[in-house]
């Protein structure tokens, strides 16, 4: 089958207890050798939705598949097969890197020298450290060994839980080029983060919220879904401001955006009109200019839409 | 096979990396049998007595001389009158005061019955009948040897002979004993531990989505452990034998074996703990509150099951640690060979298999 897809989530419902809907009613596909991006906040269902692909959890409802394979019945064939690397750095503190991947190759059937093509530009970094316990690497380093273990025995679909929370913005632009030539070593990635500014380097996205999805699609076309008029605007209070903009009259929404607030106009106005509105409130310091649209200004409008 | 290895080598890693768990498990043994050994006995040594002689004959010299040179006694004072008694206890001076009436040798000789008192502080009840019992045996004993060659009318004498402990050392119960719980708790708190941490860290997360099957994780777990459990075995036996005397009077090589069955049973258990938990802390607290009250209390270490209500000694059918105590006992001091033995082994076997069984099929191979 050509065209089937390397992941193929239909319908999915996860509940834990009563309370928590982690997820409801899931669908996407990912194409082999894409690169898929999971984007959501803290607690949207991203860590639930990949322990239910890499057959640690099972969903309440629905079906997904993996290879073709379902990950209730063949859960045995997925394990074999994909690469999986948890949110939290999970490999033994007290072994050395070395013995850890070791332990990884040997344990899934694979030999370090067979498919170290595949992890080179990844471990050479860590060759000099060799010796050294996990435990004492730093962040970066953690997380490119956490891949080199999850990539040793050439899994076919690599799942990555926010590879990059917790790790300072240098290491994440190389982990980022990292998967970039994994893919293009046709490796399927099915990769969660919080960054919504990681969400470009993606083929395509899902935007999750509370365990639902909001939108599917490349990150441009998501960017080119925004169709309003976005100002961004900064003044001496910022905590007033945001409360001011709501008031206006032709605001469609204001919300915080780095050092400044996002305004999204129902209908174009000249900005002036903006301006002369704050002053008549007494703000002070007002700078107002145009935005380019990021993909977290469309997460938020598919969120107030929702 | 390749798997099983390297999950081995990584097991032994984790042991041998964690100094300081590691000198733990090797002294905590040492520790346990030398506090047994040498402060929890209930052999008495120059127990404090006093002595009120009011008959200061030749006789009365001869005993008090010989409960002095027993080694079990230390004679204190010498009182004067029996109102000295009472005050004397109360000062707590002495355990034992030995009453010699006025005459002894008269009376004897005459043929009148003639009654030494002993009168001890029963606040300690194991003690005071310990004192009573030697201070009866050495009177008991001198009074033989002056009746020797003289004949007596109708006496009833026992006599006495203790099979394979003939002085009665309590170093021969409380060996079995330590080794019993200590590769009881330490076994199953080990391996309880070990993999409830890989739970805790994430690790067993990323073992999860591996081809590994349980029982390769289960057996790997278990594996470096047993030659752990089995050293610690070896430095409680090597201390009995060598500071205490213990003898080993049946093959060394069943006493082995025996000793890694219970280990692997022991063992088990502590997975099958595992399996059924989530954290390192109540882990080791199900292994020390289930194992240890049973093991201790139930096991026959401390309190004869013979003695027990009917409903305990049922109870203490299913305690591991009380087979192995019995296949212990056996094969170090009556040195019994397999024959005698091998149904308690069938029985630990079972256990072992039981627990083995139970905690692969216990084994979640999925986080919820």
Same mark, same amino acid.
């Given at each position: 089958?050509?065209?089937?897809?390397?992941?193929?989530?239909?319908?999915?419902?996860?509940?834990?207890?009563?309370?928590?809907?982690?997820?409801?009613?899931?669908?996407?596909?990912?194409?082999?050798?894409?690169?898929?991006?999971?984007?959501?906040?803290?607690?949207?269902?991203?860590?639930?939705?990949?322990?239910?692909?890499?057959?640690?959890?099972?969903?309440?409802?629905?079906?997904?598949? &993996?290879?073709?394979?379902?990950?209730?019945?063949?859960?045995?064939?997925?394990?074999?097969?994909?690469?999986?690397?948890?949110?939290?750095?999970?490999?033994?503190?007290?072994?050395?890197?070395?013995?850890?991947?070791?332990?990884?190759?040997?344990?899934?059937?694979?030999?370090?020298?067979?498919?170290?093509?595949?992890?080179?530009?990844?471990?050479?970094?860590?060759?000099?450290?060799?010796?050294?316990?996990?435990?004492?690497?730093?962040?970066?380093?953690?997380?490119?060994?956490?891949?080199?273990?999850?990539?040793?025995?050439?899994?076919?679909?690599?799942?990555?839980?926010?590879?990059?929370?917790?790790?300072?913005?240098?290491?994440?632009?190389?982990?980022?080029?990292?998967?970039?030539?994994?893919?293009?070593?046709?490796?399927?990635?099915? &990769?969660?983060?919080?960054?919504?500014?990681?969400?470009?380097?993606?083929?395509?996205?899902?935007?999750?919220?509370?365990?639902?999805?909001?939108?599917?699609?490349?990150?441009?076309?998501?960017?080119?879904?925004?169709?309003?008029?976005?100002?961004?605007?900064?003044?001496?209070?910022?905590?007033?401001?945001?409360?001011?903009?709501?008031?206006?009259?032709?605001?469609?929404?204001?919300?915080?955006?780095?050092?400044?607030?996002?305004?999204?106009?129902?209908?174009?106005?000249?900005?002036?009109?903006?301006?002369?509105?704050?002053?008549?409130?007494?703000?002070?310091?007002?700078?107002?200019?145009?935005?380019?649209?990021?993909?977290?200004?469309?997460?938020?409008?598919?969120?107030?839409?929702? | 096979?390749?798997?099983?290895?390297?999950?081995?080598?990584?097991?032994?890693?984790?042991?041998?990396?964690?100094?300081?768990?590691?000198?733990?498990?090797?002294?905590?043994?040492?520790?346990?049998?030398?506090?047994?050994?040498?402060?929890?006995?209930?052999?008495?040594?120059?127990?404090?007595?006093? !002595?009120?002689?009011?008959?200061?004959? %030749?006789?009365?010299?001869?005993?008090?001389? #010989?409960?002095?040179?027993?080694?079990?006694?230390?004679?204190? %004072?010498?009182?004067?009158?029996?109102?000295?008694?009472?005050?004397?206890?109360?000062?707590?001076?002495?355990?034992?005061?030995?009453?010699?009436?006025?005459?002894?040798?008269?009376?004897?000789?005459?043929?009148?019955?003639?009654?030494?008192?002993?009168?001890?502080?029963?606040?300690?009840?194991?003690?005071?009948?310990?004192?009573?019992?030697?201070?009866?045996?050495?009177?008991? #004993?001198?009074?033989?040897?002056?009746?020797?060659?003289?004949?007596?009318?109708?006496?009833?004498?026992?006599?006495?002979?203790?099979?394979?402990?003939? #002085?009665?050392?309590?170093?021969?119960?409380?060996?079995?004993?330590?080794?019993?719980?200590?590769?009881?708790?330490?076994?199953?708190?080990?391996?309880? !531990?070990?993999?409830?941490?890989?739970?805790?860290?994430?690790?067993?997360?990323?073992?999860?989505?591996?081809?590994?099957?349980?029982?390769?994780?289960?057996?790997?777990?278990?594996?470096?452990?047993?030659?752990?459990?089995?050293?610690?075995?070896?430095?409680?036996?090597?201390?009995?034998?060598?500071?205490?005397?213990?003898? $080993?009077?049946?093959?060394?090589?069943?006493?082995?074996?025996?000793?890694?069955?219970?280990?692997?049973?022991?063992?088990?258990?502590?997975?099958?703990?595992?399996?059924?938990?989530?954290?390192?802390?109540?882990?080791?607290?199900?292994?020390?509150?289930?194992?240890?009250?049973?093991?201790?209390?139930?096991?026959?270490?401390?309190?004869?099951?013979?003695?027990?209500?009917?409903?305990?000694?049922?109870?203490?059918? $299913?305690?591991?640690?009380?087979?192995?105590?019995?296949?212990?006992?056996?094969?170090?001091? #009556?040195?019994?060979?397999?024959?005698?033995?091998?149904? %308690?082994?069938?029985?630990?076997?079972?256990?072992?298999?039981?627990?083995?069984?139970?905690?692969?099929?216990?084994?979640?191979?999925?986080?919820?």
């Amino acid at each position: 089958m050509p065209n089937q897809p390397a992941i193929d989530v239909q319908n999915i419902s996860k509940r834990f207890g009563k309370q928590v809907q982690a997820l409801e009613d899931v669908s996407f596909q990912v194409q082999p050798g894409e690169l898929f991006g999971l984007i959501g906040p803290d607690g949207a269902g991203k860590t639930a939705l990949m322990r239910i692909l890499t057959t640690l959890l099972l969903a309440d409802e629905g079906q997904a598949r &993996v290879n073709g394979w379902d990950v209730r019945k063949d859960y045995k064939l997925i394990r074999r097969n994909v690469g999986y690397m948890p949110g939290r750095f999970s490999l033994y503190q007290d072994l050395s890197v070395e013995e850890n991947l070791q332990f990884f190759a040997t344990i899934f059937g694979a030999a370090i020298e067979e498919n170290y093509g595949l992890i080179r530009d990844i471990y050479s970094q860590l060759e000099p450290f060799r010796t050294r316990k996990a435990g004492k690497l730093s962040g970066g380093m953690k997380q490119k060994l956490a891949l080199s273990c999850a990539l040793i025995h050439k899994p076919s679909v690599l799942f990555l839980d926010e590879p990059t929370t917790g790790v300072d913005a240098v290491s994440r632009h190389e982990f980022w080029e990292m998967l970039q030539r994994l893919r293009q070593k046709g490796i399927t990635i099915l &990769v969660s983060t919080p960054y919504m500014d990681e969400a470009g380097l993606c083929e395509r996205v899902a935007l999750i919220q509370k365990g639902r999805i909001l939108s599917i699609d490349t990150p441009a076309n998501i960017v080119g879904s925004f169709d309003k008029p976005l100002l961004a605007i900064r003044t001496d209070n910022m905590y007033r401001l945001i409360n001011d903009l709501r008031q206006f009259e032709s605001t469609h929404s204001a919300y915080p955006f780095g050092d400044y607030v996002h305004l999204a106009l129902d209908r174009p106005i000249w900005p002036e009109a903006v301006h002369a509105f704050l002053a008549a409130r007494e703000h002070t310091g007002i700078e107002i200019k145009a935005a380019t649209v990021t993909i977290e200004d469309s997460f938020m409008e598919l969120m107030t839409r929702s | 096979m390749k798997q099983l290895l390297i999950f081995i080598r990584k097991e032994a890693y984790h042991i041998f990396r964690d100094k300081r768990t590691l000198l733990i498990l090797l002294g905590m043994p040492m520790v346990q049998v030398l506090l047994f050994g040498f402060a929890i006995t209930n052999e008495i040594n120059n127990a404090r007595i006093a !002595i009120l002689d009011l008959s200061k004959g %030749e006789m009365s010299r001869d005993i008090i001389q #010989r409960m002095a040179a027993s080694g079990y006694f230390e004679i204190g %004072e010498n009182l004067h009158s029996l109102s000295d008694i009472e005050r004397h206890f109360r000062q707590g001076k002495t355990k034992l005061v030995a009453v010699f009436p006025p005459q002894l040798e008269e009376k004897l000789l005459r043929n009148t019955p003639v009654q030494i008192q002993l009168v001890a502080d029963a606040t300690d009840p194991n003690t005071a009948t310990t004192l009573i019992n030697y201070a009866s045996a050495i009177i008991g #004993r001198y009074m033989q040897e002056q009746n020797q060659g003289k004949a007596l009318p109708l006496a009833i004498t026992t006599e006495v002979k203790m099979l394979y402990n003939p #002085r009665l050392k309590s170093v021969y119960m409380f060996v079995p004993g330590v080794i019993t719980i200590i590769l009881m708790l330490m076994s199953a708190m080990m391996t309880s !531990i070990a993999i409830t941490r890989e739970k805790e860290l994430g690790t067993m997360e990323v073992l999860l989505v591996s081809p590994l099957r349980p029982s390769t994780i289960v057996i790997g777990k278990v594996i470096p452990y047993i030659l752990l459990a089995l050293t610690m075995a070896a430095i409680v036996l090597m201390l009995g034998a060598f500071v205490f005397g213990m003898p $080993i009077r049946g093959s060394l090589l069943l006493l082995i074996a025996e000793c890694v069955l219970f280990v692997i049973t022991s063992l088990s258990l502590g997975i099958l703990i595992s399996t059924r938990t989530e954290t390192q802390q109540v882990a080791m607290l199900i292994s020390l509150m289930a194992l240890m009250l049973p093991t201790i209390l139930l096991s026959g270490f401390i309190f004869p099951i013979e003695s027990m209500p009917k409903v305990l000694q049922l109870l203490s059918n $299913i305690i591991p640690a009380k087979w192995f105590i019995i296949i212990i006992k056996n094969v170090m001091l #009556r040195g019994t060979g397999f024959d005698f033995i091998w149904k %308690e082994t069938l029985i630990l076997l079972g256990m072992a298999l039981f627990f083995i069984a139970a905690s692969i099929r216990n084994f979640k191979i999925r986080l919820a």
